[in-house]
């Protein structure tokens, strides 16, 4: 049998970004359009956290354990494939990208260079709320602020 190393573990630490750590992540992002909602936590991501579930990471990728995808979904990252998720739930196709008081909305980022989805926000009738990976919840006063 070969060594393997000196038995020593490595442990991957999280830390909630600091603002104006996340506002060199995110440009668009300045102190009056955007707000902190949570610590950040590994547990769940942006997909989870947009369908209330942040006991599992939601991924079409992998499954088991703490990871879910809903088993009536294709298994990929598409925009329709995610967008079947919530269509599913009795979500309706808009072309408003507006907050609108009484409306629960959500919207899906694709990665132009793929088109492959890659962030979802969701709407609360109030603004846009996100949860940035594996970081933290913020709210959000626009789509465009995340955008890029």
Known sequence: MAHLGSGKRTYLVLRTLLPHELQSR????????????????????CMAFANGDER???????????YYWPPDIKRDDTADAWEQVF?????ERTESREVEAGFEKVAIYVGLDDMLAS???????????????????????????LAG
Request: glycine share 10%; aromatic share 12%.
């Open 87 to 91: 269509l599913n739930q009795g979500y």
């Open 56 to 66: 599992h990471f939601w991924t079409p990728s992998r499954h088991g354990g703490r």
């Open 119 to 145: 962030h979802v926000a969701v709407s609360d009738g109030n603004d846009w709320l996100s949860k940035l990976g594996k970081g933290q919840d913020i709210s959000h006063s626009s789509l465009d602020l």
């Open 26 to 45: 995110f440009p668009k992002l300045q102190p009056d359009n955007w707000a902190k909602r949570s610590q950040a936590n590994p547990r769940y991501n």
